[in-house]
């Protein structure tokens, strides 16, 4: 059975730092491209942040120099490391693993930015 189980999301003042992490388990980590999306109310769901099993990584431009994703892969968990924190940062932030056609998600995580 597939899991993706994502924490620390919470709630932090504007300029503020968090970091989540994604575990995973039931799946291969280390040949999975890993990504963060986000989706805030009304919105669509967005990605903020990607890397390959080869540890390349791609942001949302609105993220560059604010946010790191990084993986352990002897730990099978990914990570987002968010600095600078803006309210419009504010979303339920999602966990995706990919490869090929397999494709899972976590239960996302509320970040919330305000103060």
């Known amino acids: 059975q597939v899991q993706l189980v994502e924490s620390g999301g919470g709630l932090v003042q504007p300029g503020g730092s968090l970091r989540l992490s994604c575990a995973t388990s039931g799946i291969n980590f280390s040949i999975y491209g890993m990504g963060w999306y986000r989706q805030a109310p009304g919105n669509q769901r967005e990605l903020v942040a990607t890397i390959t099993s080869n540890y390349r990584t791609n942001y949302l431009d609105s993220v560059k120099g604010r946010f790191t994703i990084s993986r352990d892969n002897a730990k099978n968990t990914v990570y987002l490391q968010m600095k600078s924190l803006k309210p419009e940062d504010t979303a339920v932030y999602y966990c995706?693993?990919?490869?090929?056609?397999?494709?899972?998600w976590g239960q996302g995580t509320q970040v919330t930015v305000s103060s």
């Open positions: 995706n693993a990919n490869f090929g056609r397999a494709d899972y």
